[in-house]
C-alpha cells in the first residue's frame, strides 16, 4: 500500500500568513495525488487534484505542487475560513489511501 | 444540484449485520463510479470500498473484504454497503463519495455521512 506521509500534523497560523502543508508517498505516483480540507462536523471537500490543478469555486489562494513523492498544498494569505483539517490522497493504486492531516489552526 | 445522501446506520452490536444506503441525486448515477470512505470518530479517513458504474468491478479495503459488500441500483440510483460480521473498529461515520472521471480520479462529491456504532 502506498503510505502518505503528511507534516506537520498541525500548523499554528495569523490570518494574512501564507503556508505550506507537506504530502510524501511511499513510492512515486507521478502527479496523482488530491487534496481535501475538512472542517469541522463538515464533509470532505476536493480542492486540488492532480497535484496542482484547480476545482472550480475553490479560491485562488489554493494551490497545489509536486510530483513523484512530494507534493505541497499551499494557501496564500490564509483566511478565517481557511482553519480546518486537510487530508492529501492518492489514486495512483489501490487501496486508495489518505494522509493523515494536517490541522490548520489559529495562533 | 449533485446530493449524496446517505442513511442505514445506528447502534449494532459485535457480530451483527447493517446495511448503509446512499441515494444519489442531480446527476447522471449510472456514468460514475462510487466509493464509501469511512472517519472514526476523532480519526482521519480511510477508504472502505469502490464500485464502477456498471457495477462489474469492485475492489475493498483489507480491513473490510470478505465481510464487506458494496452494490449499487442504477434504476434507483442508490449505492449500497452490505456490512457483515461487524466490529467495534468498524465504529465510524461513513461517507458515500462519487469519482470524478475514471477509477483513477478524486472523490469529488461527498454525502454527510451516516455514523455506525458497533457495541455491546
Known amino acids: 500500500d502506498i503510505v502518505l506521509t503528511q507534516s506537520p500534523a498541525t500548523l499554528s497560523v495569523t490570518p494574512g500568513e501564507s503556508v505550506s502543508l507537506s504530502c510524501r508517498a511511499s513510492?512515486?505516483?507521478?502527479?496523482?495525488i488530491h487534496w481535501y480540507q475538512q472542517k469541522s462536523n463538515e464533509s470532505p471537500r476536493l480542492l486540488i487534484k492532480f497535484a496542482s490543478q484547480s476545482i472550480s469555486g475553490i479560491p485562488s489562494r489554493f494551490s497545489g505542487s509536486g510530483s513523484g513523492t512530494d507534493f505541497t498544498l499551499t494557501i496564500n494569505r490564509v483566511e478565517s475560513e481557511d482553519f480546518s483539517v486537510y487530508y492529501c490522497?492518492?489514486?495512483?493504486?489501490?487501496?486508495?489511501?489518505f494522509g493523515g492531516g494536517t490541522k490548520l489552526e489559529l495562533k | 444540484e449533485v446530493q449524496l445522501v446517505e442513511s442505514g446506520g445506528g447502534l449494532v452490536q459485535p457480530g451483527r449485520s447493517l446495511k448503509l444506503s446512499c441515494l444519489a441525486s442531480g446527476f447522471t448515477f449510472n456514468n460514475y463510479g462510487m466509493n464509501w470512505i469511512r472517519q472514526a470518530p476523532g480519526k482521519g479517513l480511510e477508504w472502505v470500498a469502490s464500485i464502477s458504474s456498471s457495477g462489474s468491478h469492485i475492489y475493498f479495503a483489507d480491513t473490510v473484504k470478505g465481510r464487506f459488500t458494496i452494490s449499487r441500483d442504477n434504476v434507483r440510483n442508490t449505492l449500497y454497503l452490505q456490512m457483515t460480521s461487524l466490529r467495534s473498529e468498524d465504529t465510524a461515520l461513513y461517507y458515500c463519495a462519487r469519482l470524478m472521471y475514471t477509477t483513477d480520479t478524486p472523490f469529488d462529491y461527498w454525502g454527510q455521512g451516516v455514523m455506525v456504532t458497533v457495541s455491546s
Open positions: 513510492q512515486g505516483i507521478r502527479t496523482s
Open positions: 490522497q492518492q489514486s495512483s493504486s489501490l487501496p486508495r489511501t
